[in-house]
T-cell receptor
Framework: GQQLNQSPQSMFIQEGEDVSMNCTSSSIFNTWLWYKQDPGEGPVLLIALYKAGELTSNGRLTAQFGITRKDSFLNISASIPSDVGIYFCAGQGLQGAQKLVFGQGTRLTINP | NAGVTQTPKFRVLKTGQSMTLLCAQDMNHEYMYWYRQDPGMGLRLIHYSVGEGTTAKGEVPDGYNVSRLKKQNFLLGLESAAPSQTSVYFC????????????????FGPGTRLLVL
């Protein structure tokens, strides 16, 4: 089946630093989504990207939909303690059931 | 709106026992999904439904059955639980092709932690 490669798998940073993570795929997707998961909770949508080349911001978060439609990145600027969690990318097809294919996740740890 | 809710939150089963996980959404979403999450593997799709009365297999359907008798509910059943089914189960829903403000966005429930001994 389709797979997404998400990197890095984990990050240990100091508060205030910027963060960058990315996802690549062997398949084309029509939508890229970035979710954050806190411990014991379900994933919460951060940013949705619908067009190749699209660059979208949500506060300190910025994400881009790659031109080839096979990759996406997420940047977090000036990290704060509440940014701690696991970040997942997900690719979505346009047709049918619009199923999501998830990356393995990036675990973010922040040292105050 | 409560969004997507799941019951129970946590359950321990013995091998061979059966159980049903319930997912409910109050957003009038057309599509519903069941995922499982295992360490280091992200979320994998078990079964999904594109409307009331319809279900389909996802990536890892073996050992599970589902039913969508009402639009707002999506049930996941384990007929004979196995230790390999120890996982965290998430339900999600979306407007899907029926439209809505964000047709493709999937909203997730808080999860059900299942331990099979």
């Amino acid at each position: 089946g389709q797979q997404l490669n998400q990197s890095p798998q984990s990050m240990f940073i100091q508060e205030g630093e910027d963060v960058s993570m990315n996802c690549t795929s062997s398949s084309i997707f029509n939508t890229w989504l970035w979710y954050k998961q806190d411990p014991g909770e379900g994933p919460v949508l951060l940013i949705a990207l619908y067009k190749a080349g699209e660059l979208t911001s949500n506060g300190r978060l910025t994400a881009q939909f790659g031109i080839t439609r096979k990759d996406s990145f997420l940047n977090i600027s000036a990290s704060i303690p509440s940014d701690v969690g696991i970040y997942f990318c997900a690719g979505q097809g346009l047709q049918g059931a619009q199923k999501l294919v998830f990356g393995q996740g990036t675990r973010l740890t922040i040292n105050p | 709106n409560a969004g997507v809710t799941q019951t129970p939150k946590f359950r321990v089963l013995k091998t061979g026992q059966s159980m049903t996980l319930l997912c409910a959404q109050d957003m009038n979403h057309e599509y519903m999904y069941w995922y499982r999450q295992d360490p280091g593997m992200g979320l994998r799709l078990i079964h999904y439904s594109v409307g009331e009365g319809t279900t389909a297999k996802g990536e890892v359907p073996d050992g599970y059955n589902v039913s969508r008798l009402k639009k707002q509910n999506f049930l996941l059943g384990l007929e004979s639980a196995a230790p390999s089914q120890t996982s965290v189960y998430f339900c999600a829903s979306s407007y899907g092709l029926a439209g809505g403000p964000e047709p493709r966005t999937q909203y997730f429930g808080p999860g059900t932690r299942l331990l099979v001994l």
